[in-house]
C-alpha cells in the first residue's frame, strides 16, 4: 500500500512539472500544530534536514506553531537526524503521571513538567538555533488581548468563548481577542505577508527562546499561558496553534512585496521557482485556525498555497497503524497508566513512517507527475 500522498499547488505543479523537485527550489518549510500527530512526520524531518536540503546552500525559513515550532527548532541543531531521533525518543516517553484522585494532570505541572522538558532538549544549544548558517527560525505564538491579556479562571474561558463565536463569523475578527506573534532569528521579513491577521513581529533571542517556544505549545487549559516574555508585550501567550493550526499563511504575498515585477515574470517565463514552500504534514487539507477545525468551508486551499508542495500520510495507510490513526492526544487518556501500551503504539507508528521517506526519496529521483494531485 503506498504511505505517501502529494499535492501541490498550481504554482509548484508548473514548477514540477518541467524541473522536478530540487533542494534549491525550497524557500520556506512550514511545521504545523497538532501534538502527537507530528510524531509521523519525524523521520521525513530526518531525511529533509539530515540529507536532502544538505544538496543546497540557499537560505530556507522555517515557520512552527506548537509541536511544529519545537520541530522546525531542532531542524537548527547542528546534526540534525540525530536531534530529530532525540526529538522522537523524547517525545514518545513523555508521563504526566497521575496522582490519586486526579483525572489528568493539572495544567501547572504538565507546564512545569515541559519546559524542564524543553531545557533538557535545548541546554547549552540555543546558540546553535539562534545563528544557523543558513535556516531562519520564526516561532508562531497567540498572545491574548483584552480579556485574554492574562489568564484567571473566569478571564479564560470567557475570552475564547468570545473568540470562537466571533472566529465562526470571520477569522480576522477573532484578532480582537488573540494575535499572531512571530518569534524569529536573523534579519528581514517575515516568509509571508501578514495582511490576513493581527500580527507583531519580534526578535527571537537568547532571553526569550525557552518562553517564545513553550508559548508556542501552551494549549489553553492544559497548559498554562506563558507570561513576561523578555522583549515582547506584556500579555498572556498561547499555543500558536490557535491562530495559525496549520499555518494556512500567504507565502506567495511575500514574494510579491520583495520580488520585482520583471523577475518575477522571468522566472514564469522559465517555468521554475526558488521559492516553494515544502510542508511535510500530517494531513493533505491546511487549516487555518484551531478554531476552524470544524468549520468545513476553512479547510479549501487558497492562492496562499499556490507554491506549496504537501508531503502527508495516505489515509488508507494511517488506517493499518495502530488503532487505526496517527498518534494524538486522546491516546494520553486511551492508555491512562498505561505507559508501555502508549509508548509501544507510538513507537510502531514512528517506525512505520520510514515508508513515507523511501517514497519520496523515489519520487525525488524519477518525478511522476501522475502521483502528485492538486491541493483541495
Not at 522571468?266 to 510542508?279: F, M, N, P, Q, T
Request: some cysteine; glycine content about 8%; overall charge positive.
Amino acid at each position: 500500500m503506498r504511505a505517501l500522498n502529494i499535492h501541490a499547488g498550481p504554482t509548484a505543479r508548473r514548477h514540477m512539472e518541467r524541473h522536478g523537485l530540487q533542494a534549491g527550489d525550497v524557500a520556506t518549510v512550514p511545521g504545523a500544530a497538532g501534538g502527537p500527530k507530528g510524531l509521523i512526520l519525524g523521520r521525513l524531518d530526518q531525511f529533509i534536514f539530515g540529507e536532502w536540503l544538505t544538496q543546497s546552500c540557499q537560505t530556507v525559513d522555517l515557520v512552527g506553531a506548537s509541536i511544529g515550532a519545537w520541530r522546525m527548532a531542532t531542524a537548527c541543531l547542528n546534526d540534525p537526524a540525530q536531534a530529530f531521533e532525540r526529538l522522537e525518543h523524547d517525545y514518545i516517553r513523555q508521563n504526566f503521571e497521575l496522582r490519586p484522585g486526579e483525572k489528568r494532570p493539572p495544567a501547572e505541572r504538565v507546564s512545569a513538567m515541559f519546559g524542564e522538558n524543553l531545557k533538557a532538549f535545548y541546554g547549552g544549544r540555543v546558540d546553535e538555533v539562534l545563528h544557523h548558517p543558513r535556516y531562519r527560525l520564526h516561532i508562531i505564538t497567540s498572545r491574548g488581548r483584552h480579556v485574554l491579556n492574562r489568564e484567571a479562571a473566569w478571564r479564560t474561558p470567557l475570552g475564547y468563548l468570545g473568540a470562537f463565536v466571533t472566529n465562526t463569523v470571520h477569522r480576522k475578527a477573532m484578532g480582537a481577542w488573540l494575535e499572531r506573534v512571530v518569534f524569529s532569528t536573523g534579519e528581514g521579513a517575515l516568509p509571508f505577508a501578514t495582511q490576513d491577521y493581527r500580527t507583531r513581529a519580534l526578535k527571537l533571542t537568547e532571553a526569550n527562546f525557552q518562553p517564545a517556544l513553550q508559548a508556542s505549545c501552551s494549549i489553553p487549559f492544559a497548559l498554562r499561558a506563558v507570561h513576561h516574555i523578555p522583549g515582547a508585550p506584556p500579555g498572556a501567550y498561547w499555543d500558536g496553534g490557535l491562530t495559525d493550526y496549520h499555518l494556512h499563511l500567504n507565502y506567495p504575498g511575500r514574494s510579491s512585496a520583495i520580488e520585482t515585477v520583471a523577475a518575477r515574470a522571468e522566472e514564469e517565463r522559465a517555468g521554475a521557482s526558488k521559492g516553494l514552500v515544502i510542508y511535510p504534514h500530517f494531513q493533505s487539507t491546511v487549516v487555518p485556525g484551531w478554531l476552524d477545525k470544524h468549520l468545513r468551508w476553512r479547510h479549501k486551499s487558497t492562492h496562499f498555497l499556490d507554491n506549496m508542495v504537501v508531503l502527508s500520510p495516505h489515509p488508507d495507510w494511517v488506517k493499518t497503524l495502530p488503532n487505526g490513526k496517527l498518534p494524538d492526544r486522546v491516546d494520553f487518556t486511551h492508555y491512562g497508566t498505561d505507559l508501555a501500551g502508549r509508548m509501544k503504539a507510538w513507537s510502531a507508528a514512528t517506525a512505520a513512517s520510514m515508508q513515507l521517506v523511501d517514497e519520496f526519496q523515489a519520487w525525488l529521483a524519477r518525478p511522476d507527475m501522475a502521483q502528485v494531485q492538486a491541493l483541495a
